[in-house]
């Protein structure tokens, strides 16, 4: 078989002989399938439609042994990508979306280890086997998982099986979407009288997620508790009311689009009160530009968090808040800072952004705004709180440089760390990559 030899490069592993078998098969089918199918009668080819469509399905159940079996054995930590979900993207180019997906049906319908490494019961154990059977397919299960986590807690066990049943029964006559509506009334049916779900199931269930669009722009999901979402709907409501113009021209902006404006306007208060994050620098925002970028209003900024923002966007943001004008010199030594000095930390926490990006400390990514200002030489000890003497630390790498062996000295105006011998017997002095790397322009 062709595909043996380079497989076994790829995957560094050799597939078993019970899936050799399989492909052999398959392939043996591939070769024909093509040329039959003009030739089966009506029926026929919908019978072959129907069989295929099983097998997919018990295949893709398959995951279902296969991940908790990654897990038992903790390969995704073991290999570097810390979780299942990860793994899945980086070995098989999923989407993020899909991997958590069958992720998640393998957690739910799937065998699962116990603390103490023994073998428990799936959670849906009716989904799970209806699965593996090709009798439902993998958004059924996705499906089935979702609406049944929205069974409040406190159903008995019993019930609660009996529920997974009459879903389990929906799934093989209906399309996942019915099984979801299926459900909703099945859950109502348990709760007539449509009390609250309990603050525990409202708490396991509440998650807000963002993620970046290719275009720049942002989009997320979001549940939260109905203390957080009354508050939440308290600030909006408020800030989102129709603006007619002066001349009383209706408020062209569509609901949806002021709900998104008052969000704005209610992270740029935030932002503008500075009490956000306690302890850290009084800096929320942080953006970075070129004086030629400044001068010529194009091209784009970097926050500290590595986004990219069009430079007029960043001038607009700019003029809300402190303008952060420090100059670096090609190595990234900060040559002068602050014209607005009404502030000294403040401006020093700019000037120290600008040539530490974030926590200093070598190969961490901590970004500015988590960071705290560290004495070089400490303050007791006649340290002098100037930009020559500090350093951005995050608050673990500050707390736990010193017990584990680093010092941190500076060298004509950039911060360096020496590791311990047991790194290092040489003790040669390292920098953070960003602080390494020479800025552009
Ligand atoms: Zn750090």
Same mark, same amino acid.
């Not at 209610?266 to 004086?291: H, N, W």
């Given at each position: 078989m062709t595909g043996t030899v380079e497989r076994e490069r790829l995957w560094g592993g050799v597939t078993s002989a019970e899936l050799g078998n399989a492909v052999a098969a398959v392939e043996n089918y591939l070769a024909g399938a093509a040329g039959c199918f003009a030739s089966l009668p009506d029926a026929d080819l919908i019978a072959e439609l129907h069989e295929l469509e099983i097998l997919r399905r018990r295949l893709a159940a398959l995951d279902h042994l296969l991940l908790p079996e990654l897990g038992r054995r903790n390969l995704a930590v073991d290999l570097g990508y810390g979780t299942i979900p990860r793994l899945l993207q980086a070995a098989l180019r999923l989407s993020p979306r899909q991997a958590a997906a069958r992720t998640r049906a393998a957690d739910t319908v799937g065998p699962r280890t116990g603390l103490t490494g023994e073998a428990l019961p799936p959670v849906l154990p009716a989904v799970g086997a209806a699965a593996a059977a090709g009798e439902i397919s993998g958004e059924h299960v996705d499906a089935l998982c979702r609406v049944l986590d929205e069974v409040p807690s406190d159903v008995p066990v019993d019930d609660f099986a009996r529920v997974e049943q009459v879903l389990t029964e929906a799934a093989r006559s209906l399309p996942p979407k019915g099984v979801a509506d299926v459900g909703r009334r099945l859950i109502a049916?348990?709760?007539?009288?449509?009390?609250?779900?309990?603050?525990?199931?409202?708490?396991?269930?509440?998650?807000?997620?963002?993620?970046?669009?290719?275009?720049?722009?942002?989009?997320? =999901?979001?549940?939260?508790?109905?203390?957080?979402? /009354?508050?939440?709907?308290? $600030? @909006? +409501?408020?800030?989102?009311?129709? %603006?007619?113009?002066?001349?009383?021209?209706?408020?062209?902006?569509?609901?949806?689009?002021?709900?998104?404006?008052?969000?704005?306007?209610?992270?740029?208060?935030?932002?503008?009160?500075?009490?956000?994050?306690?302890?850290?620098?009084?800096?929320?925002?942080?953006?970075?530009?070129?004086?030629?970028?400044?001068?010529?209003?194009?091209?784009?900024?970097?926050?500290?968090?590595?986004?990219? =923002?069009?430079?007029?966007?960043?001038?607009?943001? /700019?003029?809300?808040?402190? $303008? @952060? +004008?420090?100059?670096?010199?090609? %190595?990234?030594?900060?040559?002068?800072?602050?014209?607005?000095?009404?502030?000294?930390?403040?401006?020093?926490?700019?000037?120290?952004?600008?040539?530490?990006?974030?926590?200093?400390f070598p190969g961490c990514t901590k970004p500015t705004e988590w960071c705290q200002r560290h004495h070089v030489l400490a303050w007791v000890e006649g340290g002098r709180t100037d930009l020559e003497n500090l350093t951005l630390v995050c608050s673990q790498h500050h707390r736990e440089f010193r017990q584990r062996g680093w010092e941190c000295v500076m060298r004509?105006?950039?911060?360096?760390?020496?590791?311990?011998?047991?790194?290092?017997?040489?003790?040669?002095?390292?920098?953070?990559?960003?602080?390494?790397?020479?800025?552009?322009?």
């Open positions: 049916y348990l709760d007539p009288d449509g009390r609250a779900p309990s603050e525990d199931d409202q708490r396991r269930h509440r998650g807000l997620s963002i993620t970046e669009r290719p275009d720049g722009s942002v989009e997320g =999901l979001f549940r939260l508790t109905g203390s957080a979402g /009354a508050k939440l709907i308290a $600030v @909006l +409501d408020a800030q989102s009311a129709p %603006r007619p113009a002066a001349d009383g021209a209706a408020d062209p902006r569509t609901y949806r689009q002021r709900m998104a404006d008052a969000l704005e306007d209610v992270c740029d208060l935030a932002l503008r009160t500075g009490q956000i994050v306690a302890g850290g620098p009084s800096v929320q925002l942080i953006i970075t530009m070129t004086a030629e970028q400044v001068k010529s209003g194009r091209g784009h900024a970097q926050t500290s968090r590595g986004q990219l =923002l069009g430079v007029q966007d960043a001038l607009l943001l /700019a003029h809300e808040s402190d $303008v @952060l +004008d420090s100059i670096v010199n090609a %190595r990234g030594v900060v040559l002068d800072f602050g014209r607005q000095r009404r502030c000294a930390s403040r401006s020093q926490t700019l000037a120290l952004h600008s040539r530490d990006k974030g926590c200093s004509e105006g950039l911060p360096w760390w020496i590791p311990p011998a047991h790194i290092d017997p040489a003790r040669r002095p390292r920098q953070n990559q960003r602080i390494a790397q020479v800025p552009e322009g």
